[in-house]
């Protein structure tokens, strides 16, 4: 299965077996500031070389998943909105189809990353779990009873947007204290920047842990603030275990360790649920663009 994840960053992109083994893994810049037409472009130029270096190395793709960010009609297949690509309204399956020839499912990059930690990864073989994916913002999907929990409208699990930080504070989507305000990789960014004036990646801030007093606060701030948001969630759902996935998931204990101290404490009265780190950690959502590849493989050509 051809697999590529969109993101506002990059595009990434990897030939995925059905074990979730990963080959031809690559990674190109998303190029936001020349356009969402470039940025269609570019995703095509990627699915075709990829198909093309698949075909000469024999490695067989049956079908294309790809997964994007925002609002998406994943039945028709359209990337229907995304604020940090500035795109609306692209028909990616049709388009990726005619380009290949191949069936392509086109799915959101968090629900997807979560599918892929409930079939191949921390939350396989649960029945109550939750995943919280936490990269540029940050959005969960809770497994209840067997099931992935789907809400009336398809937008069960946006734990991102619960107003557990400052309420000051006001989020991208119109509301107040927002735990993606504070706990994602684009809040720990801004938190530092707003402290000190110089603007790092997340992963940066993380490594300057020890002897940065600023990235402590900034990292204590999104630690507490994730843990509180966490114990909401768990309060309602009850899951056995809570997965930390997403591209800030790679700060591993740095990060496991402060949320579940705070985790705990935030429910003294009762067992805390097992908190763990995603193994699959930012290939999350590859992993899971690969599972709707195979479905979309499943239904043969469209
Ligand atoms: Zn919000």
């Given at each position: 299965m051809l697999a590529l994840d969109v993101g506002g960053t990059t595009i990434k992109s990897a030939v995925i077996g059905s074990d979730g083994a990963r080959q031809l893994t690559r990674t190109v810049p998303t190029p936001v500031a020349d356009g969402p037409a470039k940025v269609v472009q570019t995703l095509r130029d990627a699915a075709r070389s990829q198909v093309a270096a698949a075909r000469s190395a024999d490695i067989p793709v049956a079908a294309v998943g790809v997964v994007v960010p925002g609002i998406v009609d994943a039945s028709r297949g359209v990337a229907r909105y995304a604020a940090n690509i500035g795109w609306s309204d692209v028909p990616l399956r049709d388009l990726l189809r005619?380009?290949?020839?191949?069936?392509?499912?086109?799915?959101?990059?968090?629900?997807?990353?979560?599918?892929a930690e409930v079939e191949l990864g921390a939350a396989a073989d649960l029945t109550d779990a939750m995943i919280v994916v936490l990269g540029t913002g940050i959005a969960g999907v809770v497994v209840s009873g067997g099931t992935i929990v789907q809400g009336h409208a398809g937008i069960a699990g946006e734990i991102g947007h619960i107003p557990v930080g400052n309420l000051e504070i006001r989020c991208n989507c119109g509301a107040f204290g927002c735990l993606e305000m504070f706990s994602s990789a684009r809040a720990v960014s801004r938190m530092y920047a707003e402290r000190t004036g110089s603007t790092l990646g997340a992963d940066e801030i993380v490594a300057r842990l020890g002897q940065d007093d600023d990235a402590r606060q900034v990292w204590r701030t999104a630690t507490a603030t994730l843990a509180r948001g966490l114990v909401c969630a768990a309060l309602l759902t009850d899951p056995q275990r809570v997965v930390l996935a997403g591209g800030l998931s790679a700060a591993g204990d740095t990060l496991r360790d402060p949320v579940a101290a705070a985790f705990a404490a935030g429910m003294p009265w009762r067992d805390t649920p097992e908190l763990v780190v995603s193994e699959l950690a930012g290939a999350a959502g590859l992993v899971g663009a690969a599972l709707l590849a195979r479905d979309a493989a499943g239904k043969g050509p469209a």
């Open positions: 005619d380009e290949l020839g191949l069936p392509v499912e086109v799915g959101h990059d968090v629900r997807a990353a979560g599918l």
